[in-house]
């Protein structure tokens, strides 16, 4: 398969998970990847699995300094760049009165911040005719209980997107995002919850979706690669990948 054949690509985020399976299904089709990831037992497993057509690095999205240091990278791996996935990021539950200082500082540090300046670092190394696409969340306008500084980085991280898709357009560079549901990703995407815990999120994920079940990774990859390579008509567009979630307000007593 060579769908991919000759194309240049970056994932932020892409040691596991939805940014793994982005890679997986990249550097099967042909496509050179570079991707990123801080936990090294993570990108170590990337490697053996991925190969040599993909370029894994560590690099902290919350770090100016190795934002910095990640711009000149790609420039010396891949050079020019065709499409830009922004997948990294952090999870950490909470009710309004429970989040602390350091978890909002967290959470802003990486979904937010540490988005907008990559982003920043890296579109000037973007061609003409390229793409990025963001990971968002369902939850990014749904008012959910427990999710409010999480839920805040993410409708952040897409109001950027849609202002980048008007500032870039006349680059020709499409700015689109993928806004994930619950999804099989390993600890749910969740920093630091035990494992009973986990099982109990996603039973409560299955009863809350209206097709009562989780997406897997490699839907989500499939959604974002789409609205990368194929929807070339396509910008400023969020796209749902929950099971049908978004349609609904969903509360943990529903």
Not at 135 to 164: C, E, H, I, N, R
Request: proline share 4%; aromatic share 6%; hydrophobic share 40%.
């Amino acid at each position: 398969m060579s769908t991919y054949k000759g194309l240049k690509t970056v994932i932020i985020g892409g040691s596991m998970g939805m940014g793994l399976a982005m890679a997986k299904r990249l550097v099967e089709g042909g496509a050179e990847v570079l991707l990123t990831g801080r936990n090294p037992v993570n990108l170590r497993e990337a490697r053996n699995e991925l190969g040599p057509s993909a370029h894994i690095v560590s690099s902290d999205i919350s770090d100016l300094t190795a934002i910095a240091e990640l711009g000149d990278l790609v420039t010396e791996k891949l050079g020019r760049v065709d499409h830009l996935f922004v997948n990294a990021g952090i999870a950490r539950l909470g009710e309004f009165e429970e989040v602390t200082e350091e978890d909002y500082d967290a959470l802003f540090g990486v979904n937010t911040k540490g988005a907008f300046f990559t982003v920043q670092r890296l579109v000037p190394l973007l061609n003409e005719g390229g793409s990025i696409v963001f990971t968002t969340s369902v939850v990014d306008g749904t008012g959910t209980p427990g999710m409010g500084a999480y839920a805040a980085t993410k409708a952040a991280l897409w109001s950027f997107a849609q202002t980048l898709a008007a500032e870039l357009v006349s680059r020709g560079i499409r700015v689109n995002a993928v806004a994930p549901g619950y999804i099989d990703t390993p600890g749910a995407g969740i920093q630091g919850l035990p494992a009973e815990v986990v099982e109990a999120f996603q039973r409560k994920g299955d009863e809350l979706t209206p097709m009562k079940r989780h997406g897997t990774s490699d839907e989500v990859a499939k959604a974002a690669l789409f609205l990368a390579t194929e929807a070339t008509f396509t910008t400023g567009l969020k796209m749902s990948v929950d099971g049908g979630l978004g349609k609904q307000i969903a509360t943990p007593e529903d």
